[in-house]
């Protein structure tokens, strides 16, 4: 049986959490002379630390207990969390794949972390034989996945990922953040099964709050109890919970934008099919495309003279461009300046 106090570091298991006056009053009526407050004005209260009216509207999305959910100062912030719980710094490893999300290499290199990174195959899919060998590594504490993949734009075979879970004795951390632009299901629904399991998700992207940095993550309450212990205590904002609540209860407009965005892609998609320059698109279950073209500096360096800017993933993957979807006159404009490259 997985218990995560096998796992966490000994002095987050020792640790004292920062408790706060709200933790010690709860209520919402009263007078505060509690934390040093402000008695003026309409932002000068401190925040719910547990964010709890928002953690009751994204149970209620996601159909997941408020229990299981954990809210980030954007998914960074959980991922370093994450690090930080399980992963003794000089001593453990993590494991992720390669091309994938940046940030899992600087988060463990922030925190000093060993991190194993396996290239993914021609398909960009995860060859489980590479990663068997690793799962017996007793300092391997903590497996990044990331599915729909960023750069490439892939999910990850669901088969593989869930062997991988519940052949690992540490935690995996899957990493959903464009999960809404895929019609593969999602993981969610297995992290009662997988106490080790946690699934991150953003309202980066398809809520379109990428300013707001919320990040989320479904787990087993015995992980969000450690997070919380972790967390800075006021980790997000009153104006940032309350835009996100805000726009939860305009689920309709969200749903029409991410239909939307999924029409486009597929029409960018195709249409970059017949553009010369480009060589290759790769399927994505994503709100982005990746292409193949012959020199990616010289396109990306066009495009910029153009007043569009794309990202040139030349670094992870040769000759890869990274284009987001935008409204349909953007992608318009930009199939444009791609049909004129070198005319
Ligand atoms: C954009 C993105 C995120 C979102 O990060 P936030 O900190 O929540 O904005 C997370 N993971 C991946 C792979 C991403 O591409």
New binding site residues.
């Given amino acids: 049986m997985f218990n995560p106090d096998y796992l966490v570091r000994p002095n987050v298991k020792a640790l004292v959490p920062y408790l706060c006056a709200r933790d010690e009053f709860q209520g919402k009526e009263g007078v505060f002379l509690d934390a040093n407050e402000n008695p003026y004005g309409y932002l000068n209260r401190y925040p719910d630390p547990y964010q709890r009216d928002l953690k009751i509207a994204i149970s209620k999305l996601r159909k997941i207990p408020a229990e299981r959910i954990f809210l980030g100062n954007?998914?960074?912030e959980i991922i370093d969390l994450t690090f930080r719980i399980f992963c003794n710094p000089g001593i453990d490893k993590a494991l992720t794949f390669s091309p994938s999300?940046g940030?899992y290499q600087v988060s463990a290199s922030v925190n000093d972390v060993q991190i194993i990174k396996i290239p993914l195959n021609k398909d960009f899919q995860i060859d489980f034989e590479d990663v068997s060998s690793h799962l017996s590594d007793k300092n391997l504490k903590l497996i990044l996945i990331?599915s729909p993949n960023?750069p490439t734009g892939n999910s990850m075979n669901r088969q593989t990922v869930e062997r991988i879970i519940s052949q690992f004795q540490g935690v995996v951390l899957v990493?959903e953040?464009?999960m809404d632009f895929s019609d593969k299901p999602s993981l969610l629904e297995k992290i009662a099964d997988y106490p080790n399991l946690i699934v991150m998700q953003?309202?980066?992207?398809a809520f379109g709050l990428?300013s707001v940095?919320v990040?989320v993550a479904y787990t087993s309450p015995e992980i969000v109890a450690y997070y919380n212990k972790m967390k800075p205590p006021y980790n997000i904002s009153t104006i940032n919970q309350k835009a996100v609540l805000q726009k939860l209860t305009k689920f309709s407009a969200y749903t029409g934008q991410i239909r939307k965005i999924k029409k486009e892609r597929e029409r960018l998609s195709r249409e970059l099919e017949n553009i010369p320059v480009i060589q290759k698109v790769y399927p994505s279950d994503a709100n982005f495309v990746l292409v193949k073209v012959e020199d990616s500096g010289k396109l990306y360096n066009y495009l910029v003279d153009n007043g569009i800017v794309v990202r040139n993933r030349h670094s992870v993957i040769d000759n890869c461009i990274r284009i987001t979807v935008g409204t349909r006159a953007e992608n318009s404009k930009l199939l444009y300046a791609l049909n004129n490259f070198g005319k």
């Fill in positions: 954007g998914s960074d999300y940030m990331c960023n990493d953040a464009y953003t309202f980066s992207k990428a940095r990040g």
